[in-house]
């Protein structure tokens, strides 16, 4: 069994989620009573309590610059906020449901989340608009959706046993005419009237076109 090696004490109610920063010295905490806390790790002192949700916080994640904390709330909404300072930076806001997951794609420039009401949803984290709503996920599980779906700047690709099994957004502009897989490569033909292999084990990156 695991060593404890601290405790971090300050939350009112259940803790429901919990991220690392990028570089390892901070630690978000979600909660039921509706606040995220972040954490000094070599103090173990709380540096800000975030405020704002009307209800239990279920999800965090850092983005990769670890500048900006989303929290995904079931008050139906998904809040950015800045690490430093505390603000809150944008509320996002289109979910019927409680927001179970939330990720952020490698540049930071958008956040995918994932909610009860089985769809996920794809936001432009500085503008806060909705991009695009991926629907009739109905096995959505708030420990397995970002599992499942590998997510770049630019696609957001369905895994299954390691198999990719479907593309599931594109720009607008790289509509796929032609798809074809072969183990962790697409091979796509797209109305850009180039050919893209995309590999997943190399992270997402489009590696010739």
Known sequence: MGESLQTLEGHSNSVFSIAF???????????SDNTIRLWDIAICESLQTLEGHSNAVLSVAFSPNGKIIASGSSDNTIRLWDTTTGELLQTLEGYSNTVLSIAFSPNGKMVASGSSDNTIR????????????????????????????????????????????????????????????????????????????????????????
């Open 122 to 209: 794809l936001w432009d984290t500085a503008t806060g608009e909705s991009l695009q709503t991926l629907e009739g996920h109905s096995s959505l599980k708030a420990s397995s959706v970002f599992e499942q779906y590998s997510i770049s700047n630019h696609w957001i690709v369905e895994k299954v046993d390691k198999e990719i099994r479907n593309i599931l957004w594109l720009p607008s502009d790289y509509r796929p005419y032609i798809t074809s897989f072969y183990k962790e490569t697409i091979v796509i033909g797209s109305s850009s009237d180039r050919i893209f292999f995309l590999k997943l084990e190399y992270g997402n990156h489009i590696l010739s076109t």
């Open 21 to 31: 920063s990028p570089n390892g010295k901070i630690v978000a905490s979600g909660s």
